[in-house]
Structures are given as C-alpha cells and as structure tokens.
C-alpha cells in the first residue's frame, strides 16, 4: 500500500463534458440502449458462431473472440459513464481509476493484436489457401487467440507503475470521460517526460506495428486477388476480407490520433470527443458489420431462426394432438 501514499489525492472528478450533464435524464437512455445493443449484438455473433457447425472456421472462431472482447472492453467504461450521468458528484477512487486505465488498454491493446491475427489469417487462405488447413488449425487458432490477450494485457503494466508513481497534489479533476494515461498525467505536479516516453515507445510499438503488418498483409492479399482470372473469384474472394478491413480502419483511426504523440498537452474537448467514438460507437459498429455485410453470419441466422420456428411448430402439433 505504500505506493498509494504518495499521492495526496484520494480521488478523482471526471469532467466528461460539463454543459451536456443538465440533459443527463435523456442521455443516460440513450447510451443505455447503445451499450444495451452492444452487447446484445455481440452475444447473437459469438452464439451464432459457437452453435452453427458452418461457421466453425478460423476465421469465424476469432470473430466470436472479438466479440466476446468488445463486451469486456465496453463493461470497463460505459457502467461508469451511465452511473456519472445521474449522480452529481463523478466521482472515481485513485486506485480504481487505476485499474480502469490498465483494463481500457490492456483490452484495447488485445484488439490490435486479434486483429492482426485476423489480416494474418485472411493472408494465409488467400495467399497460401493449400498450406492454409495444415497452418491454421483448431490449436493453431486457440494458441494465437491466448497469446493476444497475454500480450495485451502485459504491455500496460509498465505505464501503469510508472502513473501510479507520480504525486498528484493539485487538481482531481479528470478533463476526460473515463480515466485514461494523457489526462492522468497533465494532472501530475511533477515532471512526466519519462512518462510521455514510455507511453509512446508501448503505443507505438503496439499500434503502429501491428497497424503496418496489417497494411502488409493486405497489400499481398490484394496482389493475390488481382492475379485471380476470373471477376466472380475476385469479389468472392475480397469479400472475406471487407468486413475485418472496415473494422480496422475505424477502429486504428482514433487510436493512432489519440496515442501514438510525444506530448502530454492536447485538446480536451478533441480528445473526449474521439473517446466516445472509439468506447462507445466502435463496438457496436463491430457486430453491425460482420452480420450486415458478412454473408455466412446472415446465412447462419437465417438458419437458427427457421429452426426455431420449426421447432415452434412442432411443439404446437405435438400439444394440439395431446389435447
């Protein structure tokens, strides 16, 4: 406990944004039906994917566990956003505001990595489709899966130690919606160069690397797919890949803008307001995209539904000839 004592503030305020708190009655139904929807639309991929023996693939398999993560990622900061629009003290302790910091990157940081496994995956049937089977087995997959998540939630550590270090003895207000490693550290009363450094090395390595071995996969895949003859096998091939291509230009847009900067002063309001489209909207962008313009996933729907209605169906025969 002796790291905590440095630390003169006991908690923090999160400013969020100020002149939208007097519309907290309407907003709170708001963001509860997105989160709401979020984790509903998340849930029906990852049960669709687990109980249609179609989509038992690769592919589909770390689709399911981007869903899954999405719901962990949103839990970390939406509950307490939704809490904040109806209390008038927002209010969040020193070591939970911790702990949201290290929770938010640890699984921010998972997606990158999960989605680069994804590009590598769309590579490997594109590219080497004959070789793929013999690669990408079910061991295969659950390995890369387990080495994401170790790797994600590994590399925030050291920013975490190096914030809880610092004495805050000044203002407790958090000029964010959530607590975060940039507004944390304007708030410190103490240099942070080292700080700012170790943020940007972690982040860089994290988001751009992965972001340019992603690009780099799909340069090939798409070298590949030019070298298909016929148009029909071009499409159907390029449209495996559209749906995790969207995901990743949304989704690395706002986190490379947000992190990867050698400054701890930057515009809060800019800030906040890429906050809430990378906490809130990308996630629920995620399972929009892959059942809208993800065929199979429409496809094993279409099929549990008539199932059920089926099964509904029978029910009735069977009750109506026991009457």
């Keep these: 406990m002796e790291l905590w004592n440095k630390s003169t503030v006991s ?45 038992h ?32 003290r927002k209010s969040i302790s020193f070591s939970s505001c911790l702990l949201q910091t290290y929770f938010f990157h640890s699984l921010g940081a998972s997606e990158c990595y999960l989605l680069t496994t994804m590009a590598y995956d769309r590579y490997l049937a594109i590219c ?5 089977s013999s690669i990408m087995t079910e061991k295969m997959t659950i390995k890369l899966a387990a080495t994401c998540f170790t790797l994600g939630f590994l590399c925030p550590i050291t920013e975490v130690i190096l914030i809880s270090k610092l004495p805050f003895c000044g203002s407790n207000e958090i000029q964010h919606i959530f607590c975060d490693f940039p507004p944390l550290l304007s708030l410190a009363c103490t240099d942070t160069t080292i700080n700012v450094l170790a ?36 499409v159907k091939a390029f449209s495996t890949c559209v749906s995790h291509l969207t995901v990743v230009l949304v989704f690395f ?16 309001y800019y800030d906040r307001v890429l906050a809430v489209i990378y906490s809130v ?36 025969h069977k009750c109506k000839n026991a009457a």
């Design 11 to 55: 908690e923090f305020i999160l400013v969020g944004f100020p002149t939208l708190y007097k519309y907290g009655p309407f907003l709170f139904p708001c963001l509860l039906l997105l989160y709401l929807l979020t984790v509903a639309g998340n849930v029906i991929v990852f049960v669709l994917v687990r109980l249609d023996s179609h989509l």
């Design 281 to 316: 909207l990308t996630p629920i962008f995620n399972p929009i995209i892959y059942s809208l313009r993800n065929k199979e996933i429409r496809e094993a729907f279409k099929r549990k539904m008539c199932s059920r209605r089926l099964h509904n169906t029978e029910e009735k």
């Design 199 to 234: 943020d940007f090395i972690i982040n860089s390595f994290i988001i751009l690397v992965t972001f340019i071995f992603i690009i780099i996969s799909y340069i090939r895949i798409i070298f590949s797919i030019l070298k298909i003859r016929t148009s029909k096998g071009r």
């Design 128 to 132: 080497h489709p004959l070789h793929y």
């Design 57 to 88: 693939t690769p592919m589909y398999f770390f689709i399911s566990i981007l869903s899954i993560l999405e719901i962990w990622y949103t839990a970390v900061t939406i509950p307490k956003m939704l809490i904040n629009l109806l209390l008038p």
């Design 253 to 268: 847009t706002c986190i490379v803008f947000m992190y990867v900067r050698l400054t701890k002063s930057y515009s809060l």
